[in-house]
């Protein structure tokens, strides 16, 4: 059975940083792209990164380009998101994905973590 589970989300102030983990398991996603997406409250879910199974390409929607960075470690079958300079509207259940079209239509996806930003 192949769950992702998400760590690392919270509350913080406008400003700070936190550190997202995904850590997958049932299946090895070496060969598969990973990514994150996020709901906020009343709204759809959205694309938020995504990196290729190398860790050699990463994708971004435009409002985190240059806050936001993700990694993975493929030994470890797990994906991050930092988040630094966080925004009120940053605010929202962030979701672990993987597989399939990973940014549009990912195969798997993770059980989410609140992340709460402060004004």
């Known amino acids: 059975q192949v769950q992702l589970v998400e760590s690392g989300g919270g509350l913080v102030q406008a400003g700070g940083s936190l550190r997202l983990s995904c850590a997958a398991s049932?299946?090895?996603?070496?060969?598969?792209?990973m990514g994150w997406f996020r709901q906020a409250p009343g709204k759809e879910r959205e694309f938020v990164a995504a990196i290729s199974w190398s860790g050699g390409s990463t994708y971004y929607t435009d409002s985190v380009k240059g806050r936001f960075t993700i990694s993975r470690d493929n030994a470890k079958n797990t994906v991050y998101l930092q988040m630094n300079s966080l925004k009120p509207e940053d605010t929202a259940v962030y979701y672990c994905?993987?597989?399939?079209?990973?940014?549009?239509?990912?195969?798997?996806w993770g059980q989410g973590t609140q992340v709460t930003v402060s004004s």
């Open positions: 049932g299946r090895t996603f070496s060969s598969d792209g």
């Open positions: 994905a993987a597989g399939g079209a990973v940014t549009r239509r990912p195969d798997y």
